[in-house]
């Protein structure tokens, strides 16, 4: 069978889904079986990180045993691993160094700043000394192409897009969350590589969908779903993050699949949209961000959009777990959760669904804010 490949900024083409290898970190055997699987597949990138503990330790060992054995995909593997942005020069050409050699090869095709969530880490990369880095990196042709993920907000990742230094991204995109779907397509028109962060965990801990989940979606299962949704949007590629051999199920049936919704998937998909706009009636946040700036820095559609998961689609654990990371995760999210409204009422005159916003924080609060554990001592 021949396997689609998509292009991927100025880099080698790649597969439709891109090995993760954040969560086959347990043992040399578990990353070796799930490269070996995603190969099988018809995976031929891979995704890594020094920032993701011992994953790229475990998969240089997976690599060079792989290829003893003939194992690879055709044309070899495209690698793409990540430095934190805010090294010095002399740091990073280190690190560089030491990603290859872990490895066990001579360049990275693609080199993405790790979470460009800030404007400084932006302005590292294209004017500091990331910007020295990358070049010096580029002139030894240890790296093919540089890219970055973010976290950062809609302006920041515009910006980032724009100034034509990067050929890839990968962002937050989800079936679930699509704020940044009109960045994907504006990198996408400037032929930039575009990566789906997470689309199973992030985009909703679709791994294990709430039973609600599961029939508004019907027939068609939540994460197959996500999936067909993205790659029908002509975003290049979707992590999975495989920790066992069963994970590439939905992938082995998707390698392919980047056309266009079918009949039956688009049903599904208003299926759901319908379902969830019934459970929320009025009280539905429209995402549409005219109720910004709040004076105490509350993320609104944020808060509201956990909301509209929680209630609409029953996406308990998923929401109390992103909720409950709010002013926990330094840059990487958002800083306060709703328990810093003042009740001023400056958000309401904007909502133009009349949403009484104070309300709906302060209940959203209540609903999925951790309960402190009793204490067992003193
Ligand atoms: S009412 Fe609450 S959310 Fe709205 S602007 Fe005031 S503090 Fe912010
Ligand atoms: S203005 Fe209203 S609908 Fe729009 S994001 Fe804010 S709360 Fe939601």
């Not at 597949?41 to 060992?61: Q, R, S």
């Not at 290829?67 to 495209?78: A, D, F, L």
């Not at 100034?163 to 504006?186: G, I, V």
Request: net charge positive.
């Amino acid at each position: 069978m021949n396997i689609k490949r998509n292009q991927f900024g100025m880099g080698p083409d790649v597969s439709l889904f891109t090995l993760g290898t954040m969560r086959a970190t347990g043992s040399t055997e578990q990353m070796y079986s799930v490269v070996k699987e995603a190969c099988l597949t018809g995976i031929n990138h891979i995704e890594t990180a020094p920032a993701y503990g011992k994953a790229e330790n475990l998969l240089g060992t997976a690599m060079r045993k792989l290829n003893s054995e003939g194992v690879r995909p055709e044309g070899g593997w495209v690698i793409t691993s990540k430095i934190l942005p805010g090294t010095t020069v002399n740091k990073g050409k280190r690190q560089l160094q030491e990603i290859l050699t872990t490895l066990g090869i001579s360049k990275i095709h693609n080199l993405a700043i790790h979470g460009l969530n800030l404007e400084e880490h932006l302005n590292w990369a294209l004017n500091g000394e990331g910007s020295k880095l990358i070049k010096w990196a580029e002139q030894e042709r240890l790296i093919g192409q540089v890219g970055f993920s973010s976290h950062g907000s809609f302006e920041l990742i515009k910006e980032a897009i724009d100034s034509h230094r990067f050929r890839f991204c990968s962002l937050h995109l989800h079936l679930l969350d699509q704020e940044r779907l009109p960045l994907a397509k504006r990198a996408l028109e400037k032929h930039l590589g575009v990566m789906a962060i997470s689309p199973a965990d992030k985009g909703g801990h679709l791994h294990s969908p709430s039973k609600t989940l599961i029939s508004d979606c019907s027939p068609i299962s939540p994460l197959e779903l996500a999936y067909r949704f993205l790659l029908s949007q002509g975003i290049s590629t979707l992590t999975l993050g495989a920790s066992d051999i069963k994970d590439f199920k939905i992938a082995k049936k998707l390698i392919n699949s980047n056309n266009p919704l079918s009949k039956s998937e688009q049903n599904a998909l208003e299926k759901l949209n319908q379902k969830s706009k019934e459970r929320l009636g009025n009280t539905l946040c429209g995402q549409c961000r005219e109720c910004l700036p709040c004076p105490n820095e509350i993320p609104i559609p944020e808060i509201l959009r956990l909301r509209n998961l929680s209630i609409g689609m029953d996406l308990q654990s998923f929401t109390k777990e992103r909720y409950n990371l709010i002013g926990r995760a330094g840059h990487w999210w958002e800083k306060n959760n709703a328990n810093a409204c003042q009740s001023c009422g400056d958000c309401l005159p904007r909502c133009p669904h009349h949403l009484n916003i104070p309300e709906l924080l302060k209940e959203t609060h209540c609903k999925l804010v951790n309960t402190p554990r009793r204490r067992l001592w003193g």
